[in-house]
């Protein structure tokens, strides 16, 4: 926009943060939905810089607007920071925390004996394999 013969530019707003999924565990990525996006009135484009956190700290896990599930454990809590940029000014920025659910356990198969049972018979159930990516028992 001129301004009296002066190129006058506005900061972008700051977006809407959202994650999907929404309740994350450790074995999905965690990826930042901008929602809104932002907005800048001079029509320019804008771009993001994301910075995340693990509880208290900066973490350098990821630059971008992902986090890979293979860095995050149960009860993990991520703050995600976004700043919107026109390329001459930074917009206010966003920021959203979410914490890293339980995975469910996994349970490969099952035996049941006898495997001809009559009505008679009294049935036995054994779990196979079975793990849990959480390391709980």
Excluded: H, M
């Amino acid at each position: 926009q001129a301004l009296l013969g002066v190129e006058v530019n506005a900061a972008p707003t700051a977006p809407g943060i959202r994650f999907e999924p929404a309740e994350p565990t450790t074995t999905t990525d965690l990826v930042v939905v901008l929602d809104p996006a932002s907005e800048d009135l001079d029509g320019d484009e804008v771009t993001y810089t994301y910075a995340w956190a693990l509880g208290a700290e900066p973490s350098d896990a990821s630059v971008s607007d992902t986090l890979a599930a293979a860095s995050t454990t149960k009860g993990d809590v991520w703050t995600v920071t976004v700043t919107p940029t026109d390329g001459v000014f930074e917009g206010d920025a966003a920021t959203a925390s979410v914490t890293i659910g339980n995975t469910p356990p996994v349970l490969t198969d099952v035996s049941i004996e006898p495997v001809a049972p009559s009505t008679a018979d009294l049935l036995t159930c054994t779990p196979g394999e079975r793990s849990d990516v959480d390391g709980e028992t």
